[in-house]
């Protein structure tokens, strides 16, 4: 398929169309004043502590929710777009098996992610009572008890180890991931030791492949799906995040243009990463420094031996997208992964006797092996989609799809809307001091929900059809294969419905009556390349939805499972609860918390 042709499969987006008006965005909280002072001592009775404690942990639920699989929550009524009801849609759903006391749990967190307010000031109330003698170890009791419970699969992968065998039991899979995040830049983090942190994270997304791979020896299935997979941040192994940005920034200013023209972030060439080998003359490459590039090829080396591992292990790795200051290094070396872990074979050749001459032709393996995150709230995804496509055919790899909507609008627009104002007031020279990037005069992101949506919905059907024609390739001419893979991270029940009715439409899963109705059997050739997936502690029913209405022999559905230690991942996560309050917009909180409700109404009173 020609790039022209990807790109017509967009009818939306194909034609140019003069940008809507620049909606008034919602402003980033802010923090609480620096004059804070924190409570006395008098003040903190038994009772006082425990409930300021409880408080104070919504920073953990909102900043866990933050990988960018949300964004898309249901209305605050607790029902889809058609009426649905968001209870668990089958009576084997695990709504009906989960225990009191976690519902319990539920209503609370929710209840209190429910409090825009008390999202706002959660960081520096948590900061506050974690350096109180005494007051410490109750907050953080506290905080385990609710929301790392709710949130968070353990303290390490062994100890996650049960909540995956409980997800299993459910037929549901996990995308795995070790949440611990490097702030290199906090006082005192210069020494030797905080140096290697980010290595430490290398070495425990290798044991995280390790253990996923264990679990899944142990539950093998014969359809080719992969139940358990695992995901990594580029941006939390390097020892300072800015050498990303200052990469991201060299390829924009040097970058080619592509025809169509992709909209910043911008599309990865294959030339990206070269600045790292060639090593250019000083100032030839912009604001890098020759630490970032050695830092960066550090990454390149770790992200080697990462894919390394996981393929010999028949694991999937998935890359999280991150700011778009972030993503055109993250692209570039998410491309470099994929043109080597995710290369195809030959096609098989044939002699005169119809015989296959190369056997190694047909060892393709776990493909895709690496999928790159796309989001469907840029502007750019049509275009850039459709030059994904068109280059993994043009280079003879997989294609790995993870299409999720995002998760940093409201941020996004209030950076672009800062630097925009910088520039026209020329009090901060482009790129020196901004966060944003961007050469463009609109945001990265579309100014609509309804625009995220259509975007979402229509790169769901292109990949599904793409699907189909991979599998009939590989299955009526033998070409290698899977050449193209799916992950649909959603909360939007249309969305996760309409994943299932174009499998069934692109005749990739029949649909089946049963004792409990209608079903849908999802193929083996389906299985081998399309997953959905949603975030643990959220949307389970959702989760519980399309697991009854499907019918596979491996888990078709995902969580995104976290684990780290309470103390590792607390001091991070309440620096990132602010930017990524936008994950509990959309009454997706209060959804969650009415369905906590009407469970636990229903258990006690029938």
């Not at 903190?44 to 898309?72: C, Q």
């Not at 419905?497 to 079903?519: C, F, P, Y």
Request: charged residues 25%.
């Amino acid at each position: 398929m020609s790039l022209p042709r990807a790109a017509k499969l967009f009818p939306r987006f194909a034609a140019c169309r003069p940008p809507p008006p620049i909606l008034r965005a919602r402003g980033l909280a802010t923090p609480p004043p620096p004059g804070l002072s924190p409570p006395r001592t008098k003040f903190l009775s038994a009772r006082r502590i425990a409930t300021i404690g409880i408080v104070s942990s919504t920073l953990l639920g909102t900043a866990l929710l933050a990988p960018v699989v949300y964004a898309d929550a249901t209305a605050a009524d607790g029902t889809g777009k058609a009426g649905r009801s968001s209870q668990a849609h089958d009576g084997s759903g695990s709504a009906s098996k989960t225990p009191l006391s976690a519902l319990v749990r539920t209503y609370v967190v929710y209840s209190l992610c429910s409090i825009p307010a008390l999202v706002d000031w959660s960081p520096a109330i948590l900061s506050t009572l974690l350096a109180i003698p005494g007051v410490r170890k109750v907050t953080e009791a506290v905080v385990r008890y609710t929301f790392f419970n709710q949130f968070v699969g353990g303290d390490s992968a062994e100890e996650a180890l049960p909540v995956l065998e409980q997800l299993r039991a459910e037929n549901k899979g996990v995308l795995f991931v070790y949440s611990v995040e490097v702030d290199e830049t906090a006082p005192g983090s210069a020494g030797p030791q905080a140096a290697s942190a980010h290595k430490q994270i290398v070495d425990e997304t290798l044991h995280c492949i390790d253990v996923a791979a264990d679990f899944e020896d142990r539950h093998a299935s014969g359809d080719g799906g992969k139940g358990t997979w695992v995901a990594i941040k580029l941006s939390a192994m390097v020892p300072d995040a800015e050498a990303l940005r200052r990469l991201s920034k060299y390829l924009v200013d040097t970058r080619p243009p592509t025809n169509p023209r992709v909209a910043f972030p911008g599309c990865p060439r294959a030339s990206d990463l070269d600045v790292l080998s060639t090593r250019p003359a000083p100032g030839a490459s912009g604001t890098l420094t020759e630490a970032d590039i050695a830092a960066l090829c550090e990454l390149r080396d770790d992200l080697a031996a990462i894919c390394e591992r996981a393929r010999a292990r028949g694991i999937r790795i998935t890359v999280d997208a991150e700011h778009s200051w972030y993503q055109p290094a993250i692209d570039a070396f998410t491309l470099d992964m994929m043109r080597k872990f995710n290369k195809l074979p030959s096609p098989r050749r044939r002699s005169w006797f119809g015989q296959r001459q190369d056997a190694k032709a047909e060892e393709v393996g776990t493909q895709p092996l690496i999928y790159n995150t796309f989001q469907g709230y840029l502007r750019r995804t049509p275009e850039y989609l459709a030059q994904s496509i068109a280059d993994a055919r043009a280079g003879g790899y997989a294609l790995g799809v993870k299409l999720v909507r995002g998760a940093y609008h409201p941020h996004e627009i209030e950076v672009h809307k800062a630097a925009t104002q910088s520039r026209m007031d020329r009090t901060t020279p482009s790129g020196s001091h901004e966060l944003s990037i961007s050469p463009d005069n609109m945001p990265p992101v579309w100014l609509r929900k309804d625009e995220t949506d259509t975007c979402y919905n229509e790169a769901v059907q292109l990949l599904v059809r793409l699907v189909r024609e991979d599998a009939e390739n590989v299955e009526a001419k033998g070409a290698p294969g899977p050449t193209i893979g799916a992950l649909f991270g959603t909360h939007n029940w249309e969305s996760a419905d309409l994943v299932i009715d174009e499998l069934v439409r692109q005749g990739l899963a029949t649909k089946v009556q049963g004792e409990k109705g209608e079903s849908v059997w999802i193929s083996d050739a389906a299985m081998k390349r399309v997953a959905v997936a949603q975030l643990y502690g959220m949307c389970d029913a959702l989760t519980d939805h399309l697991v009854s209405r499907t019918r596979t022999t491996s888990p078709f559905v995902l969580k995104y499972l976290p684990y780290g230690s309470l103390a590792e991942v607390m001091p991070y996560l309440s620096r990132r609860a602010i930017e990524n309050k936008s994950v509990l917009g959309n009454g997706g909180a209060a959804s969650e918390r009415k369905r906590a409700a009407s469970e636990i109404w229903a258990r006690i009173f029938g």
